[in-house]
């Protein structure tokens, strides 16, 4: 007897296979049309065809140059690979767990080796203490992953975790693009990490964009430079507003910054009431501090209520960085996942049991949307920026 499926001969009336680990730990932090990118390509790679650019932001209603973006942000993320032919889709289970080279997986003797280096365990303690959170083996494989592909040492990804932490960009991706980027220009040990912090100075880049929209290729005059830094501290401009203020001095015969200057002044109905930008981050920063030690307080109190479950948070703790060297090590992790398993229904068990919701020990953000950072995925203002402005010009 003979068994046949019949096979489908159009490509949209098929089926294309996304993998979990993408869903569960790629797609969350991705802009949407990243995502829109990643499947359509994804779609089309099953068939291992051939199409361009082109076709493809057509069938997205999109630009080119999105695609572009969407290609190589998943490039940078490690889940695709660029080829002179085109584009590889990578395993994301291999990228992870397996034994292969990419991204974040060391091989087994080297992740062994460092797994059991105790200036290691020290890094993931600090990481703890600075996002607050328990890392997951995922993140400490892909920590690890740093220290070899990068040759990144442990004091630059905790500086890496505690300046993210400062700005409220504790996610990993976000950690990973200023590890990259500090190993990138040699920075190694904590003299040359703080010297990288000393002379980061984030208003040059400002003047220079300013300078360059009104056509100079100049660098700005220390007054120049003093009315700019003005229009982001004291006006709380953002940039977009900045140069489309510049953008006025297309029908004056000398554009110049006092020009500007007076365009911001004269418009700007100062919704903040005068706080400068510094000191709104510094409310932002206070909020997040103020939500870490509320989450710290109901966690007390849970485990005052109920002891085991400080217990079981304790073990879950242990139980994920053995998981992380099972995983490593090319060992059976099932036993291991079985307890994690057996202690996470156990502890959402008791936290049931005593009428206590599941999430009641997590941060919560003023703002879910921005985490309280003021700045959404996106990269854009986020919404809560304004009434967090007056907040800050009246504390």
């Known amino acids: 007897m003979?068994?046949?499926?019949?096979?489908?001969?159009?490509l949209y009336l098929g089926d294309t296979s996304v993998e979990n680990i993408f869903i569960s730990e790629y797609m969350p932090e991705a802009p949407g049309d990243f995502v829109k990118v990643y499947l359509a390509c994804l779609m089309y790679a099953?068939?291992?065809?051939?199409?361009?650019?082109?076709?493809?932001?057509?069938?997205?209603?999109?630009?080119?140059?999105?695609?572009?973006?969407?290609?190589?942000?998943?490039?940078?993320?490690?889940?695709?690979?660029?080829?002179?032919?085109?584009?590889?889709?990578?395993?994301?289970?291999?990228?992870?767990?397996?034994?292969?080279?990419?991204?974040?997986?060391?091989?087994?003797?080297?992740?062994?080796?460092?797994?059991?280096?105790?200036?290691?365990?020290?890094?993931?303690?600090?990481?703890?203490?600075?996002?607050k959170e328990y890392l997951q083996p995922t993140q400490m494989q892909t920590i690890l992953g740093w220290l070899t592909d990068y040759d990144a040492s442990c004091e630059v990804v905790e500086a890496a975790y505690k300046y993210c932490?400062?700005?409220?960009?504790?996610?990993?991706?976000?950690?990973?693009?200023?590890?990259?980027?500090?190993?990138?220009?040699?920075?190694?040990?904590?003299?040359?990490?703080?010297?990288?912090?000393?002379?980061?100075?984030?208003?040059?880049?400002?003047?220079?964009?300013?300078?360059?929209?009104?056509?100079?290729?100049?660098?700005?005059?220390?007054?120049?430079r003093e009315i700019i830094s003005a229009w982001v501290d004291d006006l709380s401009c953002s940039m977009e507003e900045i140069l489309e203020a510049c953008s006025k001095t297309s029908g004056i015969s000398n554009p110049n910054v006092n020009y500007v200057d007076s365009v911001l002044r004269n418009r700007k109905n100062s919704v903040n009431k005068g706080a400068s930008t510094n000191k709104i981050m510094d409310y932002y920063a206070r909020l997040r501090e103020q939500a870490a030690e509320d989450a710290a307080k109901r966690r007390r109190e849970v485990y005052a209520y109920v002891p085991r479950i400080e217990q079981i948070d304790?073990?879950?703790?242990?139980?994920?960085?053995?998981?992380?060297?099972?995983?490593?090590?090319?060992?059976?992790?099932?036993?291991?996942?079985?307890?994690?398993?057996?202690?996470?229904?156990?502890?959402?068990?008791?936290?049931?049991?005593?009428?206590?919701?599941i999430d009641y020990m997590n941060i919560r953000p003023r703002c879910r949307v921005c985490g309280d950072t003021g700045i959404t995925k996106e990269g854009?203002?986020?919404?809560?920026?304004?009434?967090?402005?007056?907040?800050a010009a009246n504390a």
């Open 165 to 224: 932490a400062e700005i409220g960009k504790t996610n990993i991706r976000y950690v990973d693009a200023v590890v990259r980027s500090w190993t990138g220009k040699g920075i190694h040990t904590q003299e040359e990490i703080d010297e990288l912090l000393e002379n980061m100075d984030r208003r040059h880049a400002v003047h220079k964009r300013v300078m360059r929209a009104l056509g100079f290729t100049r660098n700005a005059t220390e007054a120049e």
């Open 314 to 357: 304790g073990e879950l703790k242990d139980s994920n960085f053995e998981l992380t060297k099972a995983l490593m090590s090319g060992g059976d992790s099932s036993v291991i996942r079985g307890k994690i398993e057996a202690l996470s229904a156990e502890r959402d068990s008791l936290l049931t049991e005593n009428n206590i919701p």
């Open 46 to 131: 099953e068939r291992a065809g051939e199409i361009s650019t082109s076709e493809i932001a057509k069938g997205l209603m999109c630009s080119e140059e999105d695609v572009e973006k969407a290609l190589e942000y998943w490039s940078r993320a490690g889940i695709i690979r660029k080829t002179g032919e085109g584009i590889k889709f990578l395993s994301l289970r291999e990228q992870l767990y397996g034994n292969g080279s990419g991204k974040g997986a060391p091989t087994p003797d080297s992740s062994r080796k460092l797994m059991n280096d105790e200036r290691v365990a020290k890094m993931f303690d600090r990481i703890e203490q600075y996002t």
């Open 380 to 391: 854009a203002r986020c919404q809560c920026y304004e009434e967090v402005a007056e907040l």
């Open 2 to 10: 003979k068994l046949e499926k019949q096979a489908g001969h159009t």
